[in-house]
């Protein structure tokens, strides 16, 4: 169990378009959702923590306006970067938690931007 | 601010080396400690979780200590693979308050384990 899933596993984009990722947790309900962001040979950034049904609180650094979070259900976050540039590629990595348990990681989104 | 440093940055050893990899954090008032497993372009494994009460975990070839009044916990891997080669993760999970399970992540470990 404790499934979670990200959609999609790798994009490219033209710079100045929008990109949605999705994460969902796919047999239980998560009532946290966490964003991460990995540079090459960097480790994990956390972007923002979202809560079902409340706005995402973002990490210091993290433009709220660029990287938009949505956390519309118990199963489903989405990310999307908006008008994404070069600087904005990476691997985006979301996880999931259910109350007070451990977080379930998905496996990544590599985003490219061109 | 929690900051994690992991020791080494990078470590290549021969296939059965037992091996020791190591974490420290700089805030005690830690919820748990997770060690996590990522290999090239893929997301994470978690491998061993301690919380803040316990001092260790085992899991098959795997054992992770924690020592929370001196900021460190180490991932022992005994009779090493070349299927362990990765990266292994330390992250420190925050106490409560509105950071609670928030995970901060050391820089890693790039383990090699050649034949």
């Known amino acids: 169990g404790a499934v979670v899933s990200q959609h999609p596993s790798w994009v490219i984009c033209k710079s100045g378009t929008s990109v949605k990722i999705e994460c969902r947790s796919l047999?239980?309900?998560?009532?946290?959702m966490f964003w991460y962001r990995q540079f090459p040979k960097q480790s994990l950034m956390l972007m923002a923590t979202?809560?079902?049904?409340?706005?995402?609180?973002?990490e210091q650094g993290v433009e709220k306006d660029k990287f938009l979070i949505n956390h519309a259900s118990l199963t489903l976050s989405t990310l999307t970067v908006t008008s994404a540039h070069p600087e904005d590629s990476s691997f985006y990595i979301c996880?999931?938690?259910?109350?007070?348990?451990?977080?379930?990681f998905g496996p990544g989104t590599r985003l490219l931007v061109l | 601010k929690q900051e994690v440093t992991q020791i080494p940055a990078a470590l290549s050893v021969p296939e059965g080396e037992n091996l020791v990899l190591n974490c420290s954090f700089t805030?005690?008032?830690?919820?748990?400690l997770q060690w996590f497993r990522q290999d090239p372009g893929k997301g994470l494994t978690s491998l061993l979780l301690i919380q803040s009460s316990q001092r260790e975990q085992t899991s098959g070839r795997l054992n992770a200590s924690l020592d929370k009044s001196s900021g460190r916990s180490t991932l022992y891997i005994a009779a090493s693979q070349p299927g362990d080669s990765a990266t292994y993760l330390c992250a420190v999970g925050e106490f409560g308050g509105t950071s609670y399970g928030k995970l901060t992540f050391g820089q890693g470990t790039i383990l090699t384990v050649h034949p």
């Open positions: 805030d005690s008032a830690i919820y748990n």
């Open positions: 979202s809560n079902e049904g409340s706005k995402a609180t973002y």
């Open positions: 996880s999931a938690r259910r109350h007070q348990e451990t977080q379930y």
């Open positions: 047999d239980f309900q998560a009532t946290t």
